[in-house]
Nanobody
């Protein structure tokens, strides 16, 4: 099983910024749709940001305008730049890569281990 690896989590003050990183195989970064998910304590995992292999970005309403998903394929890196963080952003953040077939069936999927972000004063 191919493993994605996240890093960059930690403790940050409200209003602060943080950049999360995710790395994996070149083949995945070039062909898969990439996502950032998060799971807050006691809550369901939610999708916060995604980017297609063509570069189209989508964001959850709760993070729109504050978070930016970035790809650096030559370096096999994906980033989530988070600005103006609030306590509501406290969660474990996961990177995900998904490849779908012609009928949008799941063909390949990979997850990272997660990195914890705590926003607190």
């Amino acid at each position: 099983q191919v493993q994605l690896v996240e890093s960059g989590g930690g403790l940050v003050q409200p209003g602060g910024s943080l950049r999360l990183s995710c790395t994996g195989p070149t083949s995945i970064f070039r062909s898969h749709e990439m996502h950032w998910y998060r799971q807050a304590p006691g809550k369901q995992r939610e999708l916060v940001a995604s980017i297609t292999s063509g570069g189209t970005e989508n964001y959850a309403d709760s993070v729109k305008g504050r978070f930016t998903i970035l790809m650096d394929n030559p370096r096999r890196m994906m980033y989530l730049k988070m600005n103006n963080l609030t306590s509501e952003d406290t969660a474990v953040y996961y990177c995900n890569a998904e490849f779908r077939g012609p009928k949008l069936e799941a063909i390949d999927e990979h997850w990272g281990q997660g990195t914890k972000v705590t926003v607190s004063s």
